[in-house]
C-alpha cells in the first residue's frame, strides 16, 4: 500500500517532527517500500504520538528486515529498543529475551562499534533493577565514553544523566548535578534525538524536585513545555511535562491550577498505560488537595498513586495528622523514614516526620530530624530545603517554649520561601512568627503578622491552614466576630457548596450547618446567601 511519493511525504513530515503524519504515512506502507531507517522512523513516531504497541511492531519489522539484509548491528539495535520499550511497559521476561539476543549479535561482531554503548546501557539499567547500585555506577561512565568516541549525543547524554543520578542518590550531590546539567546543554542544544530529548528532560527535571531544588526543576520545566509545544502531535513526554507544571503550580499558591494541570496529566499517563508516572500524578494532586482540604479526594488521589507503585508518602500521614489520627500518622512517617535508604528520598519526608513528631510530643526525635535537614540542605545546596530545615528548627523551638530561637528561625524560613516565589509557605512561617511574638508577649505584633496570613490562605482557597489562623485570632478581630467555624462555613458558601455540601465536607450535621449560617447572618446583618458572601469578598475571607 501507499505510492512512492508518500514515502518522501512521511520523511519530509518526520524531518519537520510532524509526528502524527509521519506515523500515519509511513504506517501505511508495506515493508518492501521501507529501508532500515524508516523503520526507525515508524518506531520513532509511533512511540511519540503514544502507540505502544505499533512500536514494538515497527521494531519487529526493523529487526526482521536487519536479519534478512545480514544488518548485525541494526538488528542488534532493534533488538536494544525492543528491550527498553518491553521493559518499561512491564514485560520484564520478554524484554530479557531480547537483551539476550542483542548481546548475542553484537558477540558475533570483530570490531567494537556503538551498539555496544548501548547494550552497556541497558546492562546498566539491568544492574538498577536488580539494586545493583555499585555495579550500575561503575558502568554508567563507559556509557558516555561510547558516546563520545562515537560521536553520538544520545549515547553520551544518556551516560551523563544515569551516571549524574546515581552520584546524587550515593551522596555526591554537587557532581550528579554537574553531569546532569552538562547531558542537558546538549539537549537544548538540539544535539540529541526527540526521544533521548524527551527522557533527559523528565531525568533532569525529577532530580532537581528529589533535591528541591525548585530554581533548576523552574528552569527546565520551561524549557521542556516549549519544546513540547514546538512538535505537532506529540503525546510521549507531553504527561510528565504536565506534572512538572503542576508541581510549579502547587509551589507557587496556585492549587486549583495544579489540580487540573496534575488531573490532566494523570489522563495523559493513563492513556499511555499508567505505571509509575501516572502514580506520581495522582500523589501530586492529592497533595493539593489536601492543602485546599478536601481530604475526601485527597485521600482518593493517594489510593490511586498506591495502587499505581507511589508509597503515597508522607502526604497520607500528613492528612492522618490533619483529621486527628495522629498515631497512625506517626506510624506511617517511621517506616517511610525506615525505608529511605538514601539521603534523597529522606530529605522528601523529613519536614512532615517533624510536624508528626512534634504533634505526637516526641519533640527530642523531632529535633534531631530539623538538625538533619538543615545539614541534607547544606550538603545539597538546597534553598527550599534550608527553608524547610528553618521552618521545622522554628516548630521544633516553639514546641521546647524557646520562643526567641522560634522566631528567629521562622523569620529566616520565611524570607528564604519569599525568594522562592512561594506564598502558601510564606504564609506558614508567618503564623510561627506569630506564635513565638505571641509567646514573647508582643501580641500587636503577633496580629500584624496573623491578619495577612489570614488573607493569604483565604486567597489561595486553604481552607485548613485558615481555619487555624481564625483559631489564632481574638474573636473580636476576626470580620464580623466570626468564630473560625463559621469563617470556614461562609468560605464554603462563596466556593458555592450547598448546605449538604458543607456537612458533608465539614463533617456536620446539615442541621448544625444551617444554624451557623443563621448565626453568620446575624452576625453579618445580612439576609441571604449572596449578601454574606459579597461581606466575604469584601473583607478579603475568599
Known amino acids: 500500500m501507499g505510492a512512492p511519493e508518500d514515502l518522501d511525504l512521511a520523511r519530509a513530515a518526520y524531518e519537520r517532527r510532524d509526528w502524527i503524519s509521519a506515523y500515519r504515512l509511513l504506517s501505511a506502507l508495506d515493508d518492501d517500500a521501507l529501508v532500515g531507517p524508516d523503520f526507525v522512523a515508524l518506531a520513532t513516531a509511533a512511540y511519540l504520538v503514544g502507540r505502544h504497541d505499533d512500536v ?50 553484537l558477540g558475533r561482531l570483530d570490531e567494537d562499534v556503538v551498539e555496544h554503548g548501548y547494550l552497556r546501557e541497558r546492562q546498566t539499567f539491568a544492574h538498577l533493577a536488580r539494586g545493583e547500585i555499585a555495579d550500575a555506577l561503575a ?21 551523563l544523566v544515569v551516571e549524574g543520578r546515581l552520584r546524587i542518590y550515593t551522596g555526591d550531590v554537587p557532581g550528579g548535578l554537574a553531569l546532569v546539567d552538562e547531558a542537558m546543554a546538549s539537549v537544548v542544544a538540539g544535539e540529541t534525538s526527540p526521544i533521548y530529548s524527551g527522557l533527559a528532560f523528565c531525568a533532569a527535571i525529577e532530580a532537581c524536585q528529589e533535591l528541591s531544588d525548585l530554581g533548576r526543576a523552574h528552569e527546565w520545566t520551561r524549557a521542556m513545555s516549549t519544546w513540547c509545544d514546538r512538535q505537532a502531535g506529540l503525546v510521549a513526554f507531553t504527561g510528565q511535562c504536565a506534572v512538572h507544571r503542576g508541581q510549579l503550580l ?26 509509575a508516572a501516572a502514580g506520581l500524578a495522582h500523589y501530586e494532586r492529592g497533595e493539593a488537595l489536601r492543602v485546599l482540604g478536601r481530604e475526601d479526594d485527597a485521600a482518593s488521589a493517594y489510593d490511586r498513586a498506591t495502587g499505581l507503585g507511589h508509597p503515597g508518602q508522607p502526604g497520607r500521614a500528613l492528612l492522618w495528622l490533619a483529621r486527628g489520627e495522629t498515631d497512625a500518622a506517626e506510624r506511617a512517617i517511621r517506616v517511610s523514614l525506615a525505608e529511605a535508604v538514601d539521603p534523597v528520598r529522606r530529605s522528601a519526608l523529613l519536614p512532615a516526620a517533624v510536624e508528626i513528631l512534634t504533634a ?69 512561617c508567618r503564623v510561627l512568627v506569630a506564635r513565638a511574638l505571641r509567646a514573647l508577649g508582643d501580641e500587636r505584633s503577633a496580629l500584624a503578622e496573623l491578619e495577612p496570613a489570614a488573607r493569604t490562605f483565604a486567597e489561595l482557597g486553604a481552607m485548613p491552614a485558615s481555619a487555624e489562623v481564625a483559631a489564632l485570632l481574638p474573636g473580636e478581630v476576626r470580620p464580623g466576630g ?57 473583607h478579603r475571607l475568599v
Open 360 to 428: 505526637a510530643g516526641e519533640v527530642d526525635e523531632a529535633a534531631g530530624l530539623a538538625d538533619e535537614i538543615r545539614a541534607t540542605a547544606d550538603e545539597f545546596g538546597s534553598v527550599a530545603l534550608a527553608a524547610a530545615g528553618a521552618y521545622a528548627t522554628a516548630s521544633v523551638a516553639l514546641a521546647r517554649g524557646d520562643a526567641e530561637r522560634a522566631l528567629a528561625a521562622a523569620r529566616r524560613a520565611g524570607t528564604s520561601w519569599g525568594g522562592l516565589e512561594a506564598p502558601y509557605e510564606c504564609a506558614r
Open 139 to 159: 558502568l554508567a561512565p563507559t556509557v558516555t565514553a561510547y558516546g563520545r568516541r562515537f560521536a553520538d549525543p544520545d549515547l553520551a547524554a544518556a551516560g
Open 250 to 275: 502547587r509551589m507557587h499558591g496556585a492549587f486549583p491550577d495544579a489540580v487540573r494541570e496534575l488531573e490532566d496529566a494523570a489522563a495523559r499517563h493513563g492513556t499511555a498505560g499508567g505505571g
Open 56 to 105: 514494538v511492531q515497527a521494531l519487529h519489522r526493523a529487526y526482521r528486515s536487519s536479519e534478512k539484509a545480514r544488518d548485525l548491528r541494526g538488528a542488534a539495535r532493534a533488538a536494544l529498543w525492543l528491550t527498553t520499550v518491553l521493559e518499561d511497559a512491564g514485560e520484564r521476561a520478554v524484554a530479557h529475551g531480547w537483551l539476550s539476543r542483542a548481546e548475542g549479535l
Open 482 to 538: 466570626l468564630s473560625a467555624r463559621e469563617v470556614e462555613v461562609l468560605c464554603l458558601v462563596a466556593e458555592g457548596y450547598t448546605n449538604a455540601e458543607i456537612a458533608a465536607e465539614l463533617v456536620l450535621s446539615v442541621k448544625t450547618v444551617a444554624r451557623h449560617l443563621s448565626n453568620i447572618f446575624a452576625k453579618l446583618d445580612v439576609g441571604s446567601r449572596a449578601a454574606a458572601v459579597a461581606y466575604a469578598y469584601e
